[in-house]
């Protein structure tokens, strides 16, 4: 009669577990790395399209969309880079996507082309992110602590 040790089947179902969790977080990599190297080919088009428009001459406004289409696309990239090194998401990179993305739509539209109604509600998105950008990474601490 063999006697096993009540352990010895919770470690193999452990180390299971951690083969599984290595495999899925392998696989979340790959896909992270494809989506990075996508954004990389859309900032380099983009900028080949704003080279083009810089020589020719264009109107200022295709220039600007340009621009912040490309910085969003930084951010997502930069985004992307923080995942893929800490293996989480930065709740400060999302807030700053979504600011500059929102700034970038209204200044394509024009601000006086907007209805002050869509303005204001606006207006309370983009300080509702700078609150949560200003207080996403505070954490307090319980006295005694």
């Known amino acids: 009669m063999t006697v096993q040790h009540p352990h010895s089947e919770s470690t193999g179902l452990h180390n299971r577990r951690h083969a599984v969790r290595s495999v899925l977080e392998l696989v979340q990599d790959l896909i992270v790395l494809g989506l990075c190297a996508g954004l990389f080919a859309a900032m380099s088009i983009k900028l080949v399209h704003l080279?083009?428009?810089?020589?020719?001459?264009?109107?200022?406004?295709?220039?600007?969309?340009?621009?912040?289409?490309i910085l969003v696309l930084i951010e997502l990239f930069r985004l992307l880079q923080i995942y893929l090194e800490e293996h989480r998401i930065s709740v400060s990179t999302m807030v700053e996507?979504?600011?500059?993305?929102?700034?970038?739509?209204?200044?394509?539209?024009g601000a006086m082309q907007v209805d002050w109604r869509q303005m204001l509600v606006l207006c309370a998105f983009i300080l509702t992110l700078g609150v949560v950008l200003r207080y996403a990474g505070v954490r307090t601490v319980p006295p005694g602590d």
């Open 51 to 69: 080279g083009q428009s810089l020589v020719r001459g264009t109107d200022f406004s295709p220039v600007l969309a340009d621009i912040m289409f």
């Open 97 to 109: 996507v979504g600011i500059v993305a929102t700034l970038r739509e209204v200044l394509l539209t």
